[in-house]
Structure formats: structure tokens, C-alpha cells
């Protein structure tokens, strides 16, 4: 099984040079097989982290880090999939070289963040997705995505500098129990327990909640999100948003996991719910504004988060169960919905909610695959979301933040409203209903069967996890569950 | 602490190089040319290496030096370089006026500076019987880094800002976790060096772009 580790770290980093220098067909084909095979190896880790941790030199494997892996895995695959037909051959060669390499690099940095054995190592990971992921929002070369690009590297960089002071804190708390010089290792930390002082772990907490929240997209440090998922190409907005966000979280629940038994339950939980109610009620009502595609569901991913946050902060083994799962499920959904606005785009040549209409009688796929998305986001049945904020709300039934789960809900049902109106008038209602005289009224048809496999494949999971998820994938979701008790 | 209650003269020597660090940061916010501030930059981070280098010698920690001279090749030579070539190839030399005035910054630096030093300092952590004082400073370091990303409107000064709020940590890095491995540390300085390239992409894009090195012209996204 550690081989597997090291596979995982070494491919799409190989892939990524090789897409810079090989010619732009045998570039893409790389870049597919890499997607594809991390996700084989990720899945097939599940194996070996099923029956403990799997570990060789700086990594590390448990069952959480497993979630985050697939949940990456996932998404990375089918976006690359998606670049294929997203990326038209005629496209200028060096551009095309920038895009695979980049999203075989971005892929490779947020693989390592929930595979290294080490605070200092994580924190290092996400900085380089970090830069990474500015390159490509800023890969168009256009104003609006340079001054996307700007904003999110100069606010991500100053949270992960919070971050990284963070880091040093969590360091300096365990030399009281280590000696001068240790690792820092994930192991070496959760083993240490309540033995380490409380002062500098409440900062340190504290610090990282908001350093890494940055990245999480957690109100009020959430400014950069909109506009990066919004200016940046589609492929590279599903993995900002399915699988970059979710690995941010994934660093924020390991400084839960060795700051709780320090700091107790009460107080992690309270920081993350003040977090978790602010970012799901803002996003939830700057969901009904919106105008633009992919600015909606950039908010929606911030409504996501939140519900995460919420989630970690009842911390009961059902909602952290469920907060497992919602990371599964939003990296499919969020995928899905990016690759659906990215055809809408292509289509209608606009991100402009008010000049797309009659999406169904346009987009014979893409179309109602982008409303059963939408269903899904919404948490409506049959699909994961449904499930996993189920598990959330009834985790924290019997705990004192019954008020927290009606804000959960009211947050839910206010941003379902918004994106059920947007995907009504987008795909339901033609122009002519609706008084849209001046609206594109594209050809029928896909632009690409690149760009609609990976949404039949991000639905297939969603239904599979929403209806019956199987028994190993929940077996490891608990175990994830417990790890972090 | 010496016989008498006052302090040895490492604790002296470290308290008094942090605060050096402190006004190098206050001298970067004050400063108008881009130049200055990269200049002001390398002399802090030279600062920073010195305070390695005088670690290494009374901890008998040799890793420190190689740490140092890592700084010193990184954060002294190469970044400013980095920096300098950026800003003269965008033909620009005074900094972005920055959204308040002068008195205002300074004043609002100094608050940041006072929460910075005070909320940290109350954790009374040290190490190496050195006084708590330098990671309150460091504190407050970062807290001025903050300021000068947010108040100035020009990228250069805002990357400025991002690299000697790293120094910041980095102060506060040697004072509390001087232990940390050293494939660590170097694990950092790479990460710094990957951000700086990174950044001087994203200057040039933005300079090719936006037609200046201001901030203030980009506020098409809003919502």
C-alpha cells in the first residue's frame, strides 16, 4: 500500500512536466491518463487505510486524509476529461501547454495536502496549490482574470501567512512535550492529546481556523472566491471549487482534531459555528442576487462550506459522518455544475443568467444534467447532498445547538430558492416567455462528448451516494468519523 | 535574565535586532519609491539572518547558520532582484499612494502594532530563556505587513508586504520553534521562492493587462 502513496505524488507532478514539453496532442492524453489513474490509486487506498493508517517517510494515510484524497481524485480526473473538449485543438499551443501543465500541477499539489505526514508539510502543500491555482485563473490573460488572479493570490497568501504563524505555534506548544527538535508530524501531534499547553494551541487554533478558512472561502475572508471561480477557465473553477476548498477544510479538521482534545469540544465548536452561520447565510442570500453563472455557484460553494463548518462544529460522530460525505458529494455536484455552466457558456457565448434561456430545448444532455446538479446542490433527493446534510442536522439533535440546525435549514431552503429560480429561468423558460428579445438562440447540440461524460459520471456518484452509497465507503466515513472524536 | 534581573545579553542583543525588524517594516509602509521598499525589504530580511546567525552561535546550533546563509541567498539577493528587474521593466518607480494618508496609515499601523504585540505577548511563550517580548514583536511585525498589503494600491508594495509578513514568521519561527528540522525550513524558504516567481508572473500579467502597477483601476468584479 505505500507504494500506492508514493505513485499518487509522483504521477501527475511527471505529468505536468511532460505537458509542458510534448506535443499538445500526446500532452492531453497524458493528462487524461493521469487523472484517471490517481483515481484508481486513490480508490484502491481505501483498501489499506481501512485497516490502519498506511505510511512511508513524509506520508501518511488514514481514513480522513482517504476522503479528501477521493473526494481530489474525483474531481481532478474529470476535469481534466472536461479540458479535453473544453480546449478546442485550434487553440494557441503554448496556451495549451499552460493548461494541462497547470492542471496536472494544481491536481498534484492538492493530492500531497491530505497525503503528507506533517503540519509544516500541509501548510506548505496548500501554499503551492495556492500559487499554482493563481496561475491558472490568470491563464486567459484577460483584465478580468488578471485582476481575479491578483486578488486571490494577495488575499489566499496573507490568510496562509496567518496559517503559517499558526503552524509555529502548534510547533513551539509541542516542544513542551517533544523536546526542542521534533517532526511535527500528524502522528506525533494527535498522539500528543490533552499534553499540550492551552495558550498557544488557542491561538494556534484560532489562527488557523482563519489562515486556512481563507482558503475554505469562509465569510469574511471569502472575497477572492467569487471572482477567482468566476474568471478562471471552467476546468479550473470545478477544482478551485470541488476539491481546492475542500482540501483547505481538510487542514482546518486536522487542527480541529489535535486542538479539541486540548481546548475541549465547547470552544472548537463555537468558533466554527460563529464561522458556519455567518458564510451560510451570507452566501445563501448573495445566492438570490446573482447575475452570472458561475458567480451563483461560486456563492453556493461558500454556502457548502459553511454547512461544513457547522457540520465539524456539532462534532457528533453522525454529523462528522456527514460532513465526510458532503465532501464527496459537493466535490461531484460542485464538478457537475461547473461543467454544465462551462457548456451553457459555450453555447450561448454568455455568463449572463438574464440572456440564457430554453437550455433544454439547446443542450439535449447538458441541459438536464445541469438541473438534476442543481437538484443535488439544493439538497434534494435521490442525490449524496441530501444524505450528508441529513446526517448533519440529525447529528446535532440531542447536542444545545438545535438553533443552529434551524439555521442550517432556513440558510438551505433561502439558497435553493435562488438557485432553483436561475435554473428555471435559464433552462426551463424559452426567451420568448420569458421577454428575452435580444437573447443568443444558439444551434441544438453538445459542443463536445469530452465535456458531457464527466457529468454523467459526477451524477452516477451522486445518485449512488445519495440512494446507496456502498457498505466499504461507509464503513471508512465512520472510521474517518472516529479518528476525529 | 542577568544576576539582577536584567536581561543577559542575548536576550538584549535578540530583543533589540526584532525591534529593527519592526522598523523596517514601519519604514516600508512610510516609504514612496518601490525601490526603497525592496531595498528596505533586503535589509530587513538581512536583519532577520543576522538574528539566525546569532541563534546558531549561543544555542551551538550549526543548522541556524545553514538557515541563514539560505536567507541571506534567498530573501536578500534573489527576491529583490526578482522584484527590482520587475518594477524597472514596468517603467514605474513611485508607489501606489495608497487609499489613506500618510498620518493615517502610520497611526493605523500603530494600533495594529499595539494589538499585534499586547495579544501576543500575553501568551508569555519563550524559549531558549529568551525573553516573550520578540515573539510579541514578531506580532506585531505581522500586524504592520497586514497594514501596508491593505493600505497601499500597487502590487509591488502589496507582494512586499506578503514577503516581510513572512519575515515576521520568520522572527517568531527562530524564537520559539529554533529546533524545527531543518528540511522544514528549507520546505518554507522553497515555498517563498515559488511565491515570489508566481508573483512577478502575475505583476507582469497584471502590468500587460491593466497598462500600470496601481490597484486602484481594478474593480470590475464586484458582487
Not at chain 1, 28 to 36: A, H, K, N, W
Not at chain 1, 285 to 311: N, P, T, W
Request: aromatic share 8%.
Amino acid at each position: 500500500m505505500a507504494a500506492l502513496l508514493i505513485i499518487i505524488v509522483i504521477v501527475p507532478l511527471v505529468a505536468g512536466c511532460l505537458a509542458f514539453v510534448v506535443p499538445t496532442r500526446l500532452a492531453r492524453l497524458i493528462t487524461f491518463v493521469s487523472g484517471l489513474s490517481c483515481l484508481a490509486l486513490a480508490v484502491a487506498l481505501g483498501v489499506g487505510v481501512h485497516v490502519g493508517p498506511v505510511t512511508f517517510g513524509f506520508l501518511r494515510a488514514d481514513a480522513l486524509s482517504w476522503v479528501f484524497l477521493v473526494a481530489t481524485a474525483f474531481v481532478y480526473a474529470t476535469a481534466v476529461t472536461y479540458a479535453i473538449g473544453y480546449q478546442s485543438p485550434a487553440s494557441a499551443t503554448s496556451y495549451q501547454h499552460r493548461l494541462f501543465a497547470g492542471l496536472n500541477i494544481f491536481g498534484w499539489a492538492m493530492l500531497c495536502a491530505p497525503l503528507v505526514n506533517g503540519l509544516a508539510l500541509l501548510w506548505v502543500a496548500i501554499e503551492v496549490t495556492t500559487v499554482v491555482s493563481a496561475l491558472l485563473v490568470a491563464v486567459d490573460r484577460t483584465p478580468r482574470a488578471s485582476e481575479a488572479a491578483w486578488k486571490y493570490v494577495i488575499i489566499a497568501s496573507a490568510g496562509l501567512g496567518i496559517a503559517l504563524f499558526a503552524t509555529i505555534l502548534v510547533y513551539q506548544a509541542g516542544t513542551q512535550v517533544f523536546g526542542e527538535s521534533y517532526d511535527l508530524t500528524l502522528t506525533q501531534m494527535i498522539g500528543a492529546g490533552s499534553h499540550l499547553p492551552v495558550a498557544p494551541i488557542r491561538l494556534a487554533f484560532l489562527l488557523a481556523v482563519l489562515g486556512f478558512g481563507t482558503k475554505v472561502g469562509l465569510v469574511p475572508v471569502h472575497t477572492w472566491l467569487p471572482d477567482a471561480h468566476t474568471e478562471a477557465p471552467t476546468p479550473v473553477s470545478a477544482m478551485l471549487s470541488g476539491s481546492l476548498l475542500a482540501v483547505s477544510a481538510y487542514a482546518v479538521l486536522r487542527y480541529v482534531q489535535i486542538c479539541r482534545p486540548v481546548l475541549g469540544a465547547e470552544f472548537t465548536g463555537a468558533v466554527l459555528m460563529i464561522f458556519g452561520v455567518i458564510s451560510l447565510l451570507v452566501a445563501a442570500f448573495s445566492i438570490m442576487l446573482q447575475r452570472d453563472l458561475k458567480r451563483l455557484l461560486a456563492y453556493s460553494s461558500i454556502e457548502h462550506m459553511g454547512i461544513v463548518c457547522l457540520g465539524i462544529s456539532f462534532g457528533t460522530p453522525l454529523a462528522l459522518a456527514g460532513v465526510l460525505l458532503h465532501v464527496l458529494a459537493h466535490a461531484a455536484a460542485k464538478g457537475n455544475a461547473f461543467y454544465g455552466a462551462g457548456v451553457v457558456m459555450h453555447a450561448y457565448g454568455t455568463k449572463d443568467i438574464d440572456r440564457i434561456h430554453g437550455g433544454l430545448d439547446v443542450l439535449p444532455w447538458t441541459a438536464p444534467l445541469f438541473v438534476c446538479t442543481i437538484f443535488a446542490l439544493c439538497g434534494m433527493p435521490p442525490f449524496g447532498m441530501v444524505r450528508s446534510e441529513f446526517m448533519i442536522i440529525a447529528g446535532s439533535v440531542g447536542s444545545t445547538t438545535r438553533i443552529v440546525a434551524i439555521v442550517v435549514l432556513l440558510g438551505s431552503t433561502v439558497a435553493f430558492l435562488g438557485l432553483a429560480r436561475v435554473v428555471t429561468r435559464t433552462m426551463f423558460l424559452t426567451a420568448s416567455v420569458a421577454g428575452a428579445v435580444d437573447a443568443p438562440s444558439p444551434r441544438r447540440g453538445e459542443p463536445s462528448a469530452w465535456m458531457v461524460a464527466p457529468m454523467l459520471a459526477g451524477l452516477a456518484v451522486l445518485v449512488v451516494l445519495g440512494l446507496h452509497p456502498p457498505a466499504a465507503l461507509t464503513d471508512l466515513l465512520s472510521q474517518a468519523a472516529g479518528e476525529l472524536m | 535574565m542577568g544576576p539582577d534581573g536584567a536581561p543577559s545579553v542575548l536576550n538584549g542583543t535578540v530583543d533589540t535586532i526584532a525591534v529593527v525588524v519592526l522598523l523596517a517594516e514601519f519604514a516600508m509602509l512610510r516609504s514612496t519609491l518601490l525601490r526603497s521598499q525592496i531595498r528596505l525589504y533586503a535589509a530587513q530580511s538581512f536583519v532577520v539572518a543576522v538574528l539566525a546567525a546569532v541563534l546558531a552561535f549561543a544555542d551551538n546550533s550549526y543548522e541556524l547558520l545553514i538557515l541563514a546563509a539560505l536567507s541571506i541567498g534567498l530573501k536578500v539577493i534573489a527576491v529583490p532582484v526578482v522584484m527590482s528587474r520587475t518594477v524597472r521593466r514596468a517603467g514605474a518607480d513611485v508607489a501606489g499612494a495608497g487609499s489613506l494618508r500618510a498620518a493615517s496609515s502610520a497611526l493605523i499601523a500603530l494600533v495594529a502594532a499595539g494589538f499585534g504585540f499586547f495579544a501576543v505577548g500575553r501568551l508569555g511563550l519563550q524559549a531558549h530563556g529568551l525573553s516573550p517580548t520578540v515573539l510579541a514583536v514578531a506580532g506585531a511585525i505581522i500586524m504592520v505587513a497586514f497594514v501596508l498589503m491593505t493600505v497601499r494600491t500597487d502590487v509591488v508594495s502589496q507582494s512586499v508586504g506578503f514577503f516581510s509578513l513572512e519575515n515576521g514568521v520568520s522572527v517568531a519561527s527562530l524564537v520559539v520553534a529554533a529546533g524545527m528540522p531543518l528540511i522544514l525550513e528549507v520546505a518554507f524558504l522553497f515555498d517563498l521562492l515559488v511565491a515570489v516567481v508566481v508573483f512577478g508572473v502575475l505583476i507582469r500579467v497584471h502590468h500587460a493587462e491593466q497598462g500600470s502597477l496601481s490597484t486602484s483601476d481594478i474593480t470590475a468584479l464586484r458582487g
